[in-house]
């Protein structure tokens, strides 16, 4: 009699043990699925809290991670600026000169600038390219004044075009991207508003251009000599049997480091969407986004 206590315990015990085993079990078989669909990819392997990989062609979603989540869109904002200022300019090589106004508040913002002063004479080409490559606050700016009349306009011309193309997790609040906390998006919305984007082929030239010298101005005699801050951070021996085409990218505090870069595997175009990549020093990032991108091609290619 003195050992039933004993003996009740054990079997209590035993039967924790087996609810515990089951347990796993089906939370093994709860996350096998997205291994089994992703067999190439682990999560743990990523900086970035936010991924979005899909093929171009047929639109299938390759990897994606925490994709749905609103967060900061820092200066991939851009590649919306960039569009919707395309879809309205008749003709890219018209003077349209950087606005003052905005000029003087990008100055005060500490935004990233392409280089060009307050007046100058610039082309509509030359705004489009120091948005995207070198992603100059008063580019962007200067195009939503000349195409919307002033910013306000503009940027309901872009949260028009964010209803139009679905992405449902998106509102803008500027053109530049510095941050606000209205503004936001999801990894799989800079990932569908990329792929419409690079079907506009001025918008392609763009994105995946390099270096760019931009015209003639009394300001900048000899142009301005803009280059990507995504393609001047790669190097060829870093792309075993795939090639980075062009991308943007996106850096606050608030955001994170963020990379949306087009890439070439095997002849198949990727989009890839990198956000969320802590930043410690703003000065001497780390470049997880980098890294990140890079991985995630490596293992598109060692897939196929």
Not at 35 to 42: I, L, Q
């Amino acid at each position: 009699m003195g050992k039933a206590p004993t003996f009740v315990k054990i079997s209590v015990i035993i039967m924790i043990m087996i609810i515990l085993v089951a347990l796993f079990k089906v939370a093994d078989k709860g996350t096998s699925g997205v291994k089994e669909s992703f067999p190439f990819f682990r999560t743990d392997e990523y900086v970035s809290p936010y991924i979005y990989v899909m093929e171009r062609e047929t639109g299938r979603v390759v990897y994606e991670e925490n994709a749905e989540a609103k967060v900061y869109p820092a200066s991939l904002t851009k590649i919306m600026t960039t569009i919707v200022a395309l879809e309205q300019i008749e003709d890219l090589s018209a003077i349209a000169p950087v606005d003052v106004t905005t000029y003087h508040e990008m100055v005060a913002s500490n935004a990233s600038m392409a280089g060009f002063f307050g007046r100058e004479d610039v082309t509509y080409r030359d705004l489009l390219y120091g948005t995207m490559l070198t992603s100059g606050g008063e580019a962007a700016n200067s195009l939503a004044v000349h195409v919307g009349g002033n910013v306000e306009n503009f940027v309901q011309m872009m949260n028009d075009k964010a209803a139009e193309l679905g992405l449902n997790g998106t509102h803008f609040t500027n053109p530049e991207g510095l941050h606000n906390e209205k503004q936001y998006t999801t990894a799989s919305d800079i990932a569908k508003l990329l792929d419409y984007a690079l079907n506009n082929s001025d918008f392609k030239t763009i994105f995946t251009t390099k270096m760019f010298q931009t015209t003639p101005t009394a300001e900048h005699p000899d142009g301005l000599l803009l280059q990507s801050t995504v393609l001047t951070f790669l190097h060829k021996k870093e792309q075993d049997r795939f090639d980075i085409l062009g991308g943007k990218s996106g850096t606050t505090y608030e955001a994170g480091q963020c990379w949306a870069t087009l890439g070439l595997v095997e002849d198949t175009e990727y989009i890839t969407i990198v956000m969320g990549a802590p930043l410690k020093d703003i000065s001497h990032p780390d470049r997880a986004q980098i890294a990140d991108t890079l991985k995630l091609y490596r293992k598109i290619e060692s897939s196929e």
